[in-house]
């Protein structure tokens, strides 16, 4: 799965890693597009004259291990 992001960085940050503003799921994205760049401009203007740049990065998530986080724990147990 893609993690769609947009990072910004602000004037106090310039020398620092950027912030990341938004981030929504590629399945989501491609349901509501548009959601997604009301959603960048809503993040960006949020920040005012403050924010110098920003840019959209696409992060790899592998969907199994996802998954497997929500998965029930199996824990072995006796009973006494």
Do not use: H, Q
């Not at 997604?36 to 960006?44: G, I, Q």
């Not at 840019?55 to 969907?63: L, S």
Request: charge should be negative.
């Amino acid at each position: 799965m893609k993690i769609v992001c947009l990072f910004g960085r602000t004037r106090c940050e310039e020398n620092t890693a950027p912030e990341l503003l938004v981030a929504w799921d590629e399945y989501t994205l491609d349901c509501n597009p548009e959601g997604f760049e009301a959603d960048c401009e809503k993040a960006k203007k949020s920040y005012g004259g403050d924010l110098v740049a920003s840019r959209i990065v696409e992060i790899e998530v592998d969907e199994e291990e996802l998954s497997a986080l929500f998965a029930p724990a199996n824990l072995k147990g006796k009973i006494t």
